[in-house]
């Protein structure tokens, strides 16, 4: 269950204090169905902190296992369908009584050029990536009867240009100023908003980049961490923004989490 899991990771990274500050909160977290992505990242550090987490992706399976893992709830949601989203958010009330976080790391991967781009090419990512962000926020703000934050994962692409990034890049550059919006519009609900704007890590998705010596070797040399980040890094800001004692006086804020990176360029290929 979810003692378990806090202690096997408190085990595995000291660093972590055992506090458990989430302890009775509910934490919802879409696009969670890979072993090592963002959304599974986040979620196993939010129970290991002692939160209820429900997690929710398209891919019953994975999910499943995740859920198992950390003694949490499953749930299928495509979010591009609002209603699946509602559903969720009602799931994840009547199982647990209530809603405190919730973490959008739902994404479509586009690379394409804008001379090449057509209407087609343009709204899986803008379905996914914009348009499902922002019904999410919708309820999951709905959700918060006692208020609560609300994460987006967003890209260090939305600082730094770069070609083929139009679409992928546009999409999460206009939900990190949406957020500054929904900061303002829930403010009497308490309810916070914030985005975290990750370097490229170490996933399911990015592990090819990881192979190519170059590409990699590119990133450090532009990064003043002098390294990569990773899903440890990830899972602390998440953490931060999502616990009311760590960070209740932030909002509406996009937190640079690219080692500086975020100041220079993206590497030439």
């Known amino acids: ?18 506090m458990t500050t989430l302890a009775g909160k509910t934490a919802v977290i879409v696009g969670a169905s890979g072993q090592l992505n963002f959304g599974s990242a986040i979620a196993r550090r939010l129970a290991a902190e002692g939160a209820n987490v429900v997690v929710a992706a398209r891919r019953q399976e994975p999910l499943e296992k995740l859920a198992a893992e950390l003694g949490g709830t499953a749930v299928g949601c495509d979010v591009t369908e609002e209603a699946a989203i509602e559903r969720l958010f009602a799931t994840a009330a009547e199982k647990y009584g209530r809603v405190d976080i919730a973490v959008y790391s739902a994404g479509v991967h586009a690379g ?10 343009l709204r899986p990512t803008l379905e996914v990536s914009f348009i499902g962000a922002l019904l999410f926020f919708k309820h999951a703000a709905a959700a918060m009867e006692q208020g609560g934050s609300v994460l987006t994962i967003s890209s260090l692409t939305t600082r730094l240009p770069g070609p083929g990034l139009a679409a992928y890049s546009g999409a999460r550059a206009g939900i990190d100023y949406a957020i500054r919006v929904a900061a303002v519009e829930y403010a009497q609900r308490k309810v916070r908003f914030n985005s975290i704007a990750a370097g490229l890590i170490k996933t399911d998705m990015t592990n090819a980049f990881f192979d190519v010596e170059p590409i990699i070797q590119g990133h450090i040399d532009a990064t003043p961490a002098g ?9 602390e800001a998440a953490l931060f923004l999502a616990d009311e004692q760590r960070s209740g006086y932030i909002n509406g804020q996009v937190l640079d989490l690219a080692g500086g990176q975020q100041n220079g360029h993206l590497p030439a290929y």
């Open 1 to 18: 269950g979810v003692a378990r899991t806090a202690r096997r990771y408190q085990q595995k990274h000291k660093r972590w204090i055992s």
């Open 227 to 235: 390294r990569m980040g990773t899903l440890d890094d990830l899972a």
């Open 112 to 121: 394409t050029v804008i001379a090449e781009l057509s209407a087609q090419d």
